[in-house]
């Protein structure tokens, strides 16, 4: 399957402070990439759709301004949280499908475990 | 109803047992299916996919769908402790055009007991 990487793979930050996450597709090109956000012992809910040279689509309830979504080139997305706050403190995980496979499987990169103290 | 139900569990099975994992999706024309393993504090794994009506084996794996039903199942045979993990279930839904997102089930816990 495809690889996904991301990074940090754990962080924490101070209340009011701006934290970014790079999310990069290893073995393929990635038109479209995924933000999805897990708490504990809930299933994953996606955040935002990211695309490659233009704006991300963010889902209902979900801040643009607050989750800044940058995917500037066709392996890299990242996933800004600004001036945050603990209750932002989860698990962000991102994912990419690979457009070449003609397949609809997304993968799923290591995640990102965030603390906002 | 909820877009995609599994039965939260916990599931538990003796090893070397097959578990049997199960879950339900309300959009009719929903096309791929999948199953992803999660263990604790990691990021989902995809153990596989499934796209039409049957059966689809891959080792000890086997995802059965049934489109008519709106179901689609995970057999686990000779299931291993290092199987205790949690399995979730997700289903491409249409967002009308050819948009799609990818909705998850809240998991299955399963444990194999040694």
């Known amino acids: 399957g495809a690889v996904v990487s991301q990074h940090p793979s754990r962080v924490i930050c101070k209340s009011g402070t701006s934290v970014k996450i790079e999310c990069r597709s290893l073995?393929?090109?990635?038109?479209?990439m995924f933000w999805y956000r897990q708490f504990p012992k809930q299933s994953l809910m996606l955040m935002a759709t990211?695309?490659?040279?233009?704006?991300?689509?963010?889902e209902q309830g979900v801040e643009k301004d607050k989750f800044l979504i940058n995917h500037a080139s066709l392996t890299l997305s990242t996933l800004t949280v600004t001036s945050a706050h603990p209750e932002d403190s989860s698990f962000y995980i991102c994912?990419?499908?690979?457009?070449?496979?003609?397949?609809?499987?997304?993968?799923f990169g290591p995640g990102t475990r965030l603390t906002v103290t | 109803q909820k877009e995609v139900e599994q039965n939260s569990g916990p599931l538990s099975v003796p090893e070397g047992a097959i578990a049997s994992l199960n879950c339900t999706y309300s959009?009719?024309?929903?096309?791929?299916f999948f199953w992803y393993r999660q263990y604790s504090g990691k990021s989902p794994e995809l153990i596989m996919f499934?796209?039409?009506?049957g059966d689809k084996e891959d080792g000890r794996f086997t995802a059965q769908l049934n489109k008519a039903s709106q179901y689609v199942s995970l057999l686990i045979r000779d299931s291993q402790p290092s199987d205790s993990a949690t399995y979730l279930c997700?289903?491409?839904?249409?967002?009308?055009?050819?948009?799609?997102?990818?909705?998850f089930g809240k998991g299955t816990l399963l444990t194999v007991n040694p």
């Open positions: 994912s990419a499908r690979d457009p070449t496979s003609g397949r609809w499987e997304q993968y």
């Open positions: 073995d393929f090109q990635a038109t479209t």
């Open positions: 990211s695309n490659e040279g233009s704006k991300a689509t963010y």
């Open positions: 959009d009719r024309g929903s096309q791929s």
């Open positions: 499934i796209y039409s009506n």
């Open positions: 997700a289903v491409n839904m249409r967002r009308g055009g050819s948009n799609y997102k990818l909705t």
